[in-house]
């Protein structure tokens, strides 16, 4: 089965940088649109940014273009580059990815979270 492992999370300062990545695994012939998203405690998931398979990324508009994402299909991962981090960036940040594992079925997969926690 796919399976997608997000890493990178940890404890940082405000104005520090982190890169996350997630990585897909399993029976995938394809991968579609992979994004970011992110809950912090008592809000809804968020979108951060999607990428689709050609490259062309889309970003919510208030992260002001502190969120660089970027894909390797090759490698079938993708990666969140957060600079200038907040601490309103604190999240369980989510790696979604749609997978098709037979031609012309596609579903959507999410990995168990990394944890982002900003110090002030």
């Known amino acids: 089965q796919v399976q997608l492992v997000e890493s990178g999370g940890g404890l940082v300062q405000a104005g520090g940088s982190l890169r996350l990545s997630c990585a897909a695994s399993g029976t995938i012939l394809n991968i579609n649109v992979m994004g970011w998203y992110r809950q912090a405690p008592g809000k809804q998931r968020e979108l951060v940014a999607y990428i689709a398979s050609d490259g062309s990324a889309n970003y919510a508009t208030s992260l002001k273009g502190r969120f660089t994402i970027s894909r390797d299909n090759a490698k079938n991962t993708v990666s969140l580059q957060i600079d200038s981090l907040k601490p309103d960036d604190t999240a369980v940040y989510y790696c979604?990815?749609?997978?098709?594992?037979?031609?012309?079925?596609?579903?959507?997969?999410w990995g168990q979270g990394t944890q982002v926690t900003v110090s002030s």
């Open positions: 979604n990815a749609q997978i098709s594992a037979t031609s012309g079925y596609w579903n959507a997969y």
